[in-house]
C-alpha cells in the first residue's frame, strides 16, 4: 500500500509562486499532480509516465514544472504565476506498478491533499 502526503500549499498572490511536494512511502514510477476546485471535477494538472516524462495540462503547461525524485520518493510541483484559477485543493497520486508498466489511465493512491488559495 503506498502512501501519499503532500505539503507546501498556501495563500498566494496573483503572479506570486508555490511549490508543492508529496512524498511516497514506497517507489512509485507513475505519479501526478491532480487538483479539485470546489464544484468542479478533479482535474490532471501534470504527471510523469514511467519513462519519467511529463505531461501537463494546457492551462498550466508554461507556468508548471513537475519533477521526480527517485531516491528521495518524492514528486514536486513548481508553480509560477499564479492565477486565481488555479485556487484548488491540489492531490498527489500515483499508480500501481502493473498499471503503470501497462500505461493504464488510472490512479490507485490518493494522497489528502493540499489547499493553494491565489487571490487576485
Known amino acids: 500500500q503506498v502512501q501519499l502526503v503532500e505539503s507546501g500549499g498556501g495563500s498566494v498572490q496573483a503572479g506570486e509562486s508555490l511549490s508543492l511536494s508529496c512524498t511516497s512511502s514506497l517507489f512509485a514510477a507513475c505519479m501526478a499532480w491532480f487538483r479539485q476546485a470546489p464544484g468542479k471535477e478533479r482535474q490532471e494538472v501534470a504527471s510523469i509516465n514511467l519513462r519519467g516524462t511529463p505531461t501537463y495540462e494546457d492551462s498550466v503547461k508554461d507556468r508548471f514544472s513537475v519533477s521526480k525524485d527517485n531516491n528521495k520518493m518524492s514528486l514536486s510541483l513548481q508553480m509560477t504565476s499564479l492565477k486565481p484559477e488555479d485556487t484548488a485543493m491540489y492531490y498527489c497520486?500515483?499508480?500501481?506498478?502493473?498499471?503503470?508498466?501497462?500505461?493504464?489511465?488510472?490512479?490507485?493512491?490518493w494522497g489528502r491533499g493540499t489547499q493553494v488559495t491565489v487571490s487576485s
Open positions: 497520486a500515483a499508480k500501481r506498478p502493473i498499471a503503470c508498466q501497462r500505461g493504464d489511465s488510472g490512479y490507485e493512491y
